[in-house]
């Protein structure tokens, strides 16, 4: 089993619509988990970053952490075709490395 | 900062051919990363250095693969000989002392290889 598992996509909404991405993990001792977003042809970004359980708003993203069921999701309210891009899952593994998920591409049209 | 800067862009070459990828970190980073992105692996990383040593290298993939940290403000990546199926983008990223990290890597825009 992979230790971060992410559906691929794509997904394609319409403007304005809410958007669940979501990343499943093998080792319940995970305690760092992180959303990055990459556009075509460009290097990861950090989009945000979540201790532990619980949610995390910032704007129209929440980041959400279900430990019990190593579950991460991000939710995107009222999307943009600006926020078309991939959104990669991370998990930060004995602070120091980060293992990524594949990957989800969202594409959302007008 | 001009951020984490990778060259070349592109690379073309041929099956057998040596590939060398550089990496300038952010000034002050104390750790750089060395990741490769395909569409069926995703991200994987290959070796990351802190300190301009090697910590882990168990990522990558044989020993057609080597990578250098000469001093804290570059690092290359050599593929020798290189194969097609080493065809990938190829990311350098840096970040902060590892003690305070909070996963946040800086990525370069990546070095696209296509070996034919």
């Known amino acids: 089993q992979k230790e971060v598992e992410q559906d691929p996509g794509p997904l394609s909404v319409p403007e304005g619509a809410i958007v669940s991405l979501n990343c499943t993990y093998s080792n319940s001792a995970f305690q760092y988990f992180m959303w990055y977003r990459q556009y075509s042809r460009k290097g990861p970004e950090l989009l945000m970053y979540t201790y532990s359980s619980g949610n995390k708003e910032d704007g129209r993203f929440t980041a959400q952490v279900d430990k019990s069921s190593k579950y991460i999701s991000l939710f995107i309210r009222d999307s943009q075709p600006s926020d078309s891009a991939t959104y990669l899952c991370a998990i930060l593994y004995n602070t120091d490395k980060l293992i990524f998920g594949t990957g989800t591409r969202l594409q959302v049209f007008p | 900062d001009a951020g984490v800067i990778q060259s070349p862009r592109h690379e073309v070459t041929e099956m057998g051919q040596e590939v060398t990828l550089r990496c300038k970190p952010i000034?002050?980073?104390?750790?750089l990363f060395w990741y490769r992105q395909t569409m069926m692996r995703g991200l994987e990383l290959l070796i990351y250095f802190n300190n301009n040593v090697p910590i882990d290298d168990s990522g990558m993939p044989e020993d057609r693969f080597s990578a250098k940290m000469p001093n804290a403000s570059f690092s290359t990546l050599k593929i020798q000989p290189s194969e097609p199926r080493d065809s990938a983008v190829y990311f350098c990223?840096?970040?902060?002392?590892?003690?305070?990290?909070?996963?946040?890597?800086?990525f370069g825009e990546g070095s696209r290889l296509t070996v034919l």
């Open positions: 000034s002050g980073h104390n750790s």
């Open positions: 990223a840096s970040s902060p002392a590892l003690a305070t990290n909070t996963g946040e890597l800086f």
